[in-house]
């Protein structure tokens, strides 16, 4: 928002071109508000870069306001049937090389295993239905006191090559309305796992459980996509987003 302000202590005054920017704003739908406000906040981002405090307050303040109305999702939709159980839906809704915004649609009981977004900030919000997620973070807690054992006791050297220790950070059912998650590239649960209690649709912006998990911990090793995993391309056809 632009204030002007005189150089002579007079009140502020907002500019004409403000005025009518903020009148243009209020007027766009809130898909356009959303990829407007995603091409503010990650203008200046890359891998690793996270937007600033102000920016991800801003983003996550508005995608909280999203619901599924907005974007043109009903539960009685076919993506959502349950006989649709092994078929997840990912709808596109934009792409760049700066960001990107899709929503999935997962039947009851279908699972997205566990995955990470490296490098990324990811924003989400869980539109409609309830979500059991598991989430975990690379871990680093190691102390140099004990020649080199994990702070709860674990020996890395005893586990095979390509397992890392992971923190468990969420382990939690979250069923709509919900606030949005956002997830940094080291912290707050890079890496998910989301499983549908029941119909639900996520806003959005391979790693597998191996066994010997501990209290708060699990060894993660990486893998390749699971075979019987299908996520499947629609195009959205909910309110459209003018590119410019």
């Not at 004990?146 to 095979?160: C, H, L, R, V």
């Not at 923190?167 to 979250?174: A, G, H, I, R, Y």
């Not at 949005?180 to 998910?192: A, C, K, Q, R, V």
């Amino acid at each position: 928002m632009g204030i002007e302000q005189s150089g002579k202590g007079g009140k502020g005054k907002v500019s004409n071109e403000s005025k009518k920017s903020k009148r243009r704003h209020r007027k766009l739908s809130p898909v356009q508000r959303l990829y407007e406000t995603c091409k503010e906040v990650f203008a200046d981002c890359g891998p690793g870069i996270v937007p600033s405090s102000e920016k991800v307050e801003k983003l996550a303040a508005l995608l909280d306001g999203i619901t599924q109305v907005d974007v043109g999702l009903r539960p009685s939709m076919p993506f959502f049937s349950s006989e649709r159980a092994s078929v997840i839906t990912y709808l596109h809704l934009h792409e760049c090389d700066k960001f990107s915004i899709g929503i999935f649609c997962l039947p009851p009981t279908s699972v997205i295993p566990l995955h990470n977004h490296p490098g990324m900030t990811v924003f989400s919000k869980l539109l409609f239905g309830t979500m059991h997620i598991k989430s975990y973070d690379w871990s680093d807690e190691v102390d140099r006191n004990t020649g080199g054992t994990m702070a709860n006791g674990i020996d890395p050297k005893s586990y095979p090559d390509g397992l890392r220790l992971a923190k468990l950070k969420v382990n939690s059912e979250f069923t709509a309305p919900c606030g949005p998650s956002i997830l940094y590239p080291t912290e707050g649960g890079n890496m998910h796992c989301f499983t549908a209690r029941t119909a639900c649709a996520v806003l959005v912006e391979n790693v597998s459980v191996a066994d010997g998990q501990e209290e708060g911990y699990a060894w993660l090793k990486e893998r390749e996509k699971p075979e019987d995993l299908s996520v499947v391309g629609v195009p959205y056809s909910g309110p459209k987003i003018a590119r410019k």
